[in-house]
């Protein structure tokens, strides 16, 4: 057995969800917009991995394989075999793992200090703004919540959607990217979940999206990208 899958069958999780590939990071995850985060940072990367689905469907997030590696019971979740130190590094909260990720390979976040902050900054204001926000219109315009005959809490929702598009698009004006030229992990962060306002929550008329151009602008481009293309449809959905 190799010093690698040594290293995994520590944790639990492998149990459930064997590792073919030990040498490789584990990705265990599902094609959200939190989930597809890593999944696209990853091919972007090209950081050798292995994805593992965590199905909903089955409460997977909720086994205690699953909670032994992340406690909070959501995806994505890793195991680094290869982490700081040449040990295995488990980890849990997308932005987390976004920004081990970029540091490990030294891709998609600025080095220069400042650029990192104000990188961050922006991976902070989805994690705290975007993704909080949307996911609480999506719930109220798409699921459960739309059969509440007060409106009130949907349209609390959807007006401070409108503010953080607003936000997005105003800082967009004359910008490729959040940070300028230099595509990001705050664009990997953020667009995954402006993708799904628009698309899976069908909230675009809703928050008046036409009205936001540079947003549509960067958003085309980021789908546009052959690895974003890839990192949207993993963990793939098992056969029929």
Avoid: C
């Avoid at 406690?71 to 997308?94: C, R, V, W, Y």
């Avoid at 490729?176 to 953020?190: K, L």
């Avoid at 481009?221 to 029929?240: D, H, T």
């Amino acid at each position: 057995m190799t010093q690698a899958a040594n290293a995994l069958s520590d944790f639990p999780i492998t149990r459930k969800w064997p590792a073919q590939h030990p040498d490789r990071i584990q990705l265990y995850s599902l094609p959200t917009p939190n989930g597809v985060k890593v999944s696209i940072l990853l091919e972007e990367i090209g950081l050798p991995y292995e994805p593992h689905r965590v199905g909903f469907e089955n409460n997977d997030q909720l086994t205690p394989a699953f909670l032994s590696l992340n406690p909070n019971n959501k995806i994505p979740a890793i195991i680094d075999p290869q982490g700081p130190g040449g040990k295995p590094l488990p980890l849990f909260e997308s932005g987390a793992i976004l920004v081990y990720l970029a540091d490990k390979s030294g891709k998609f976040l600025p080095r220069d200090p400042a650029l990192r902050y104000q990188t961050l900054q922006w991976v902070m204001f989805q994690m705290g703004g975007v993704g909080p926000m949307f996911g609480q219109l999506g719930f109220f315009h798409k699921f459960a919540g739309k059969d509440y005959e007060d409106k009130r809490p949907r349209d609390r929702y959807v007006a401070e959607s409108k503010r953080l598009l607003g936000v997005l698009d105003k800082h967009l004006a004359g910008e490729d990217w959040i940070m300028g030229e230099e595509y990001t992990i705050a664009d990997i962060a953020i667009w995954p979940w402006v993708r799904n306002l628009v698309g899976f929550y069908e909230a675009g008329e809703l928050v008046g999206f036409q009205d936001f151009p540079n947003v549509k602008r960067v958003l085309d481009a980021f789908v546009a990208r052959p690895a974003v293309a890839r990192g949207l449809e993993i963990p793939k959905a098992p056969s029929a």
